[in-house]
């Protein structure tokens, strides 16, 4: 049996007359090419100016080209992306054999940050024009990414302030011998090597104050009452806490849209749950979208009557059950929902008929109000004193402003067609987040801070909907077509 053994190495060849013909007509590069093309780089925010003074610079349209199919390769590294721009033909012919070194890469992506992260805006108001989005229905949810930062970084106040008080004697202490070798040895060169010492002293120093300033933000306790720590490296992390263990890391919020799994909107946050999440994911994902959808749903990790008000409205229905409905676990006696509610009398009536009249505001915000049985007596006397309430003041009963709100969503959860758009919910929106970590390996952010973090959920998001498109529009010829001809 014969076998292929290949050409000679030292044999001449000659590659294609030009770099287009580098790549097949179908390869899923033309597709980035062609969506950046479709971009308009002002209103992302990027000023052209061909006339500008100095150096020439990379194109910002090549150098979003090599970082959006750069992510959707899983390469997210700008030395492993200056790589490819020498070994892989797709990057060759992509930037037009321009080989741009890894600090080049990384410059632009750290000075054009609200650029990329308004290219997700740009992709989905694209997906609405060539009906992939109807924006009717919007799913969010959101998943926990490492941060760029170790949990050894994470410190409390005290531990800050101690460590302050040591830098800023090192540095004193490095500066006195700089000025005293100075003395010494006039017209000589120090032997001090003040300026790496001190460069590094004074980096720590900043980091320190960056800590500090995000302790004086957030609070020294935290809603628990325990002493907070924050990340000296990347101070807007937070400990996540995951079926991957605790960690420094950012809440990556998406909203999906039901028709196709398209991405309408991305954020990264630094709150470790999802109940301050709510309005503002789905309000951001309509302002992208130029519309108000006509239902916005997300797990029970969303429910907070606060955010859920804000989105319900007569065109929007909130779609979002509570945690006892998810737990489906059957009501205890006594429960509150044993209790009726009398809007007349503003007044609650326990199962014994006896009244719980308003007492007081129960926080600062005034949305829930305590209701207490009208005379304590009533229920140290009453049959069911210790299985009702144990407390001597007489049972009471906490109201949310919004706790018809609240009845009215759980209804709707109730009824069956609402029930359907729920169940869809966990395979269209886990669907991108799956895309992310699985099939990308994505499991670790590279930029540090909030804006780092929404930057690289940017690339993340705008590829899965480019890799999503292509499929829908009959691959990558259809998808070049399709959004050329817009």
């Not at 003074?53 to 992510?71: A, D, E, I, T, W």
């Not at 890469?105 to 989905?124: D, M, S, V, W, Y």
């Not at 951001?284 to 029970?300: F, M, R, V, Y």
Request: aromatic share 8%.
């Amino acid at each position: 049996m014969a076998y292929r053994n290949g050409n000679d190495r030292n044999q001449g060849v000659l590659l294609p007359p030009s770099i287009d013909e580098y790549i097949p007509h179908n390869h899923v590069v033309r597709a980035y090419d062609a969506f950046v093309d479709t971009l308009d780089l002002s209103e992302l925010g990027i000023e052209l100016n061909p006339q500008k003074v100095g150096n020439s610079q990379y194109h910002p349209r090549l150098m979003l080209k090599l970082l959006l199919f750069g992510y959707s390769y899983g390469i997210h590294s700008s030395r492993k992306l200056e790589r490819e721009t020498y070994n892989n033909l797709a990057f060759i012919w992509l930037m037009k054999d321009l080989k741009p070194d890894h600090k080049t890469i990384a410059e632009f992506r750290r000075k054009n940050k609200e650029a990329i992260i308004q290219t997700t805006k740009l992709c989905a108001r694209l997906c609405l024009k060539l009906n992939l989005i109807e924006g009717n229905v919007l799913f969010a949810d959101g998943t926990k990414i490492h941060a760029n930062a170790g949990r050894k970084n994470q410190h409390s106040r005290s531990w800050y302030e101690k460590q302050l008080k040591e830098v800023d004697r090192r540095i004193r202490k490095l500066i006195a011998e700089a000025e005293e070798v100075d003395t010494v040895e006039s017209g000589q060169g120090s032997w001090v090597q003040m300026p790496e010492e001190y460069a590094k002293e004074a980096y720590l120093k900043k980091t320190i104050e960056n800590a500090l300033e995000e302790l004086a933000d957030r609070g020294d306790l935290t809603k628990n009452g325990k002493e907070r720590t924050i990340n000296r490296v990347d101070p807007k992390t937070t400990i996540m806490k995951s079926p991957q263990g605790i960690y420094p890391g950012y809440n990556i919020q998406s909203v999906v849209d039901d028709r196709n799994s398209l991405i309408v909107s991305i954020d990264a946050v630094s709150d470790a749950n999802d109940a301050q999440q709510f309005s503002r994911q789905i309000k951001s994902a309509e302002n992208n979208l130029g519309k108000k959808c006509h239902i916005a749903c997300a797990d029970s990790g969303y429910s907070n009557l606060d955010q859920l008000h804000e989105v319900e409205s007569d065109t929007t229905k909130v779609l979002v059950p509570s945690k006892k409905q998810i737990s489906a676990s059957s009501p205890k006696r006594f429960e509150k929902s044993e209790f009726t509610y009398d809007a007349h009398d503003d007044c609650y009536i326990c199962p014994e008929g006896n009244k719980l009249r308003f007492l007081r505001f129960q926080n600062k915000e005034l949305t829930k109000r305590d209701y207490r049985i009208e005379k304590a007596g009533i229920c140290r006397e009453c049959q069911y004193f210790g299985v009702c309430t144990n407390s001597r003041q007489g049972r009471t009963v906490v109201r949310h402003i919004y706790e018809e709100l609240k009845e009215t969503i759980e209804q709707r959860f109730d009824m069956k067609e609402y029930r359907c758009i729920y169940e869809r919910r966990k395979a269209r929106v886990e669907h991108p987040f799956g895309y992310f970590k699985k099939i990308l390996g994505f499991r670790q952010l590279g930029l540090r801070g909030l804006q780092g973090a929404r930057t690289e959920a940017s690339l993340l998001a705008t590829s899965f909907n480019i890799t999503r498109m292509i499929g829908l529009l009959g691959g990558v010829e259809g998808f070049i077509e399709k959004v050329q001809a817009i």
